[in-house]
């Protein structure tokens, strides 16, 4: 049963730039929420998606934007990066339409983004 | 105020102790509870959710206490390998989704 999977580990990118991060959930679930931690801080959440839509969001900025594909892997992308976008995103998984306490999110290993 | 607090600790305990961790709630909707563990450099992954009526698995027991808005979680027999920091998840429902708010982590050290 294969778990979170995310790519790249690590990356490096300078201000200005784009990224995308890919995330394939775990086998079952259908819905991807991604998540930015900072060092010593919490994940905070930047959207979900479900179904292919985005169905919540975060206190993001549109520079953050997302895809979800009909196999339900999704992606993140971030334009313009700033300094303060470096963190682990964090993909977690889950199932849409589980009852109260089916609802748990399971976690990718995440990808380390510098931006230097 | 946060929608979800944790000491951040450190907690430094001796190997043996017994240690428990409180993570407070602001959104009385708040419905499902749960507590991570994250490994340094590592993902979050689940320890265990927490249930009104408590849940206990082998060392460790979690707590809600929904009139005070609080949910615990205890630790007995420390080892060097819970070393970690323990993240407190609170799950509401908002327009028909599930909302998940994080804390920022308490972090546990266990000393030999």
């Known amino acids: 049963d294969a778990g979170v999977t995310q790519s790249p580990t690590h990356l490096i990118k300078t201000r200005g730039q784009q990224v995308t991060l890919r995330c394939s959930p775990k086998s079952g679930h259908d819905t991807v929420s991604w998540y930015q931690q900072a060092l010593g801080q919490g994940p905070q959440f930047i959207f979900q998606y479900y179904e292919e839509e985005e169905r919540q969001r975060g206190n993001f900025p549109d520079r953050f934007s997302g895809h979800q594909f009909p196999n339900y892997s999704s992606e993140l992308n971030v334009n313009a990066l700033l300094l303060g976008d470096s963190a682990l995103y964090l993909c977690a998984s889950s199932l849409g339409l589980a009852e109260e306490y089916q609802e748990t999110q399971y976690f990718g290993p995440g990808t380390r983004l510098l931006v230097l | 105020r946060k929608e979800v607090e944790q000491d951040p600790g450190p907690f430094n305990v001796p190997e043996g102790a017994t240690v428990a961790f409180n993570c407070t709630y602001s959104n009385s909707a708040s419905q499902s509870f749960f507590w991570y563990r994250q490994d340094c450099r590592k993902e979050p992954k689940l320890l265990m959710s927490?249930?009104?009526s408590g849940n206990e698995d082998g060392r460790f027991t979690a707590q809600l206490n929904r009139a005070s808005q609080y949910i615990s979680l205890l630790i007995r027999d420390s080892k060097l390998s819970d070393s970690a920091t323990y993240l407190c998840?609170?799950?509401?429902?908002?327009?028909?989704?599930?909302?998940?708010?994080f804390g920022t982590g308490t972090k546990l050290q266990v000393i030999p």
């Open positions: 998840v609170v799950n509401r429902r908002s327009g028909g989704y599930q909302k998940v708010t």
């Open positions: 927490v249930y009104s």
